[in-house]
């Protein structure tokens, strides 16, 4: 992990869970005093490990927990006493957010470091993937598009249509998809 960002209402806590982030290999982390300043540090700047020690001074924190890995798709940790951890994990594990419970136990914040991360690398595993297969569908779409305008207009078959894209694509050194634009361009137009 880069970059961290720990939230903390207390200086004790924050210098606690800063000397825990040091300890575990990661560079110094950004911190902040209460929920309004995380939510504008987090819009104005990426993290990879965002630690929130709730309380908050002006919330409790795990809507901000939420709100985090939400939107910003780092691995969040959130802290909080024991006797309500359960009760808190089960209004934010949808979210993706690993609670820990006071005290700290270093080694077990060290194994929760860990799994956050493991995490947080496979949802962006999983995220580029997603995104390669959205493009995929789209090309295979404009692809259809133009084969149907093929068959309208130039009284091709369906095989016949998809033989000219590829062609034109292999003669061209284009992409099929960029033939299927200048197709649907030329046809739609």
Known sequence: MESVFIVSSTDKARQVLMELVRLSGMQAPATAACGSDARRMLLENSYDLVIINAPLSDEFGHELA??????????????????????ISQKVEDAG??????????????????LV??????MQGLQKENTGLKSKIEEIRMVDRA?????????????????????QAMDRRLTRLDVARQILTTYEE
Do not use: W
């Open 147 to 167: 084969k149907c305008l093929l068959i309208q207009y130039q009284n091709l078959t369906e095989p016949q249509a998809h033989r000219f894209i590829e062609k």
């Open 66 to 87: 939420i709100m985090a890995a939400e939107q910003s798709g780092c691995g969040v940790l959130l802290v909080v006493k024991a006797e309500i951890e359960d009760e």
């Open 117 to 122: 991360n493991a995490a947080r690398r496979r």
């Open 97 to 114: 957010v690993f609670v820990v419970g006071k005290p700290i136990n270093r080694q077990f914040f060290f194994q929760s470091v860990k």
